[in-house]
């Protein structure tokens, strides 16, 4: 059936067509500007104003690099000043907006590209990357950057952090720069995101293997993907990347990295019980008794999902008490049985195999060889898992599984039900109990796809709620359940099979689905209604409201990304598929924030 009332009130917007255009598309009585552009001055303290300015041709230096956006937007959460202010008008017109910069595009990021590899060179993508810390205000409508602000901050692949957890101090996380194995320098492949009911935020790193290169690559590298080479080539000027000199360097990624947005001088922290794998997000809720629960994927073929529970409750009368939360828990990764029920398997120390003669010496090695320790638990396989939402009234939770096409073991009644996946799912969960219990219910929310493919297992089943047939999609992957319970759906099909005539002329399989987008879905009905569609060669990622739902930011990534490896050196490529959001004069195309507000100023979706 289509969407019903309860539908109809939770979505109560005109869906919009798919696009093949290079701009952003939103409904009727929607608008968007950009902000946080790749290049854009952060409003750094002792800066003037406007400054470091970008420069078109993409000749900033590193150290301007350090004071401006970083590169390729990614999660992002906004923060209200202070932090626990109640009125969500006034908190809604400024407030701090932190931005991940997932990864950076070598070709574009510099005049001429990767011509001339240099050190320079490979601190300005260091720079690039991390995660920025920006004030923004809302004036007449127009949300901008704050000037000279005191929260304003980048942290890079450069800056120096603290290892926290059971992990911290373990021989794994030792080098010859930390013989202590509790500093280290940086934070990069910063992915999707989450944030804490105190205030902090949660920046996940992701695929940080392809940073490192191992002349030798041994059962622990090749488990986590270090490979012997690195298309971002850092190791060629910063020896620490180089696996085979600093074997210990890449245990000390993959973690989950803990920054508190409203102290700029605060160390990050990389909080070691959630676990090493390739992190997506980190969604936080409570269980009933105030213990902290995160949800995380680890994107990858074949890989898990994982959840923390807190020892402690949080502490909601001195946000500073929680400092060391997620520092004691217990971390649990998902079985899911056939039946549609599941188990969480604590990853424990001395239990289940999980032992010193199996290769797990105490509970720091279960943490730093986290993958390993869940194959001898017997985890399940999942497609590729990306963001997990919680549902905050059901406590649903959502987990995208982007696709999956290496696969032909899938069986009636898994939760990856088909084999070859081109298009991606979203399974959901309901735990037994509270949020930190140990048993699960599971169903497959929706398998999308398009009802038009030749492919019967392409059609996916986004018809059975919209028999209009226009809100198909691919590869979800940005998941989030706002305060009024839509879920929202991000998009992120991979350039190489986007439909684009210019783009991409042989890949006709996404002909009705086009550029990455924006949906919405009601959870009850399973009604899905497209909200926005994004720029060419775009993925569409990071989303967060103002408190009161009236001003919807999302991230527009690598618009323009050229087709493959062979393209990486080629910085004239991209403008010839994109140049959002600035036109032909910005010199080349740029990842920006989206920001979204209703002509009427009314509540974002209602
Ligand atoms: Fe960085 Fe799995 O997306
Ligand atoms: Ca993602
Ligand atoms: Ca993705
Ligand atoms: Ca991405």
Not at 571 to 598: E, F, H, L
Request: proline share 7%; glycine share 10%; aromatic share 8%.
């Amino acid at each position: 059936a289509a969407a019903g009332p309860a539908a109809a009130a939770l979505l109560g917007f005109t869906g919009i067509a798919a696009s093949t255009e290079d701009t952003v598309r939103v409904p009727a009585g929607y608008r968007w500007q950009v902000i946080a552009r790749w290049g854009d001055p952060i409003g750094a303290l002792d800066a003037a104003p406007g400054t470091p300015a970008f420069r078109t041709d993409a000749g900033n230096s590193a150290e301007e690099q350090a004071l401006q956006v970083g590169m390729h937007n990614d999660g992002m959460h906004y923060f209200t000043l202070p932090w626990d202010n109640a009125d969500a008008a006034g908190a809604s017109r400024r407030g701090l907006l932190v931005i991940n910069h997932e990864y950076v595009d070598q070709g574009l990021l510099y005049p001429d590209g990767m011509q001339g590899w240099s050190a320079d060179k490979v601190r300005k993508s260091q720079h690039a990357h991390g995660v920025s810390v920006l004030e923004i205000v809302e004036q007449g409508g127009e949300w901008r950057i704050v000037p000279q602000s005191g929260y304003a901050r980048r942290i890079t692949a450069n800056t120096p952090m603290r290892i926290g957890g059971p992990a911290a101090g373990h021989p794994l996380l030792c080098t010859a720069a930390d013989p202590e194995g509790r500093q280290v320098l940086g934070t990069f492949n910063n992915c999707a995101n989450g944030y804490t009911p105190w205030g902090t935020y949660l920046t996940c790193e992701e695929n940080f293997n392809g940073y490192f290169v191992a002349a030798s690559v041994d059962a622990d590298l090749k488990r986590y993907g270090v490979k012997d080479r690195s298309d971002y080539r850092w190791h060629e000027h910063d020896a620490r990347f180089d696996a085979g000199q600093h074997p210990h360097e890449p245990n000390r990624f993959g973690w989950v990295v803990e920054i508190d947005p409203y102290a700029p001088d605060a160390v990050p922290v990389k909080r070691t019980a959630l676990g090493r794998i390739k992190h997506e997000g980190a969604t936080v809720t409570t269980a009933a008794d105030g213990r902290v629960v995160v949800y995380m994927g680890d994107d990858q073929a074949g890989e898990y999902i994982y959840k923390f529970v807190s020892r402690d409750a949080w502490d909601a009368t001195d946000r500073l008490r929680n400092r060391h939360l997620l520092d004691h828990g217990t971390l649990y990764v998902a079985r899911f049985e056939a039946d549609g029920g599941g188990r969480w398997l604590p990853l424990v120390h001395g239990a289940d195999g999980l032992v010193a003669d199996k290769g797990f010496a105490d509970q720091g090695e279960v943490l730093v060889r986290t993958r390993q320790a869940a194959d001898v638990l017997g985890a399940t396989r999942m497609d590729r898992p990306e963001w997990i939402a919680c549902h905050p009234q059901s406590g649903e939770v959502y987990c995208s599984l982007t696709n999956n096409t290496g696969r032909a073991d899938a069986r009636p009644n898994d939760p990856n039900p088909r084999d070859k996946n081109v298009h991606g799912h979203i399974i959901r969960w309901r735990e037994r109990g509270d949020a930190a219990a140990e048993a699960f219910a599971w169903d497959v929310f929706v398998l999308a796809g398009d009802p038009a493919s030749e492919v019967a297992n392409n059609q996916g089943n986004v018809t059975r709620v919209n028999p209009a047939n226009t809100d198909v999609f691919s590869a979800p992957d940005g998941l989030w359940v706002d305060p009024r319970g839509v879920l929202w759906i991000e998009t992120d099909v991979s350039t190489s099979r986007l439909y684009h005539p210019e783009l991409n002329p042989k890949s006709t399989e996404l002909r009705n689905i086009g550029n990455n987008q924006l949906l919405a879905a009601d959870p009850a009905s399973k009604a899905i209604r497209r909200f926005l569609t994004g720029p060419v060669g775009c993925e569409i990622t990071g989303i967060t409201m103002t408190p009161d739902l009236r001003t919807l930011f999302v991230n527009v990534q690598h618009p323009g990304e050229p087709l493959g490896d062979s393209e990486f050196n080629d910085p004239a490529k991209p403008m010839k598929y994109s140049t959002w959001p600035d036109g032909p004069a910005g010199g080349r195309p740029r990842s920006a924030t989206v920001v979204i507000t209703r002509t009427d100023g009314g509540v974002i979706g209602s």
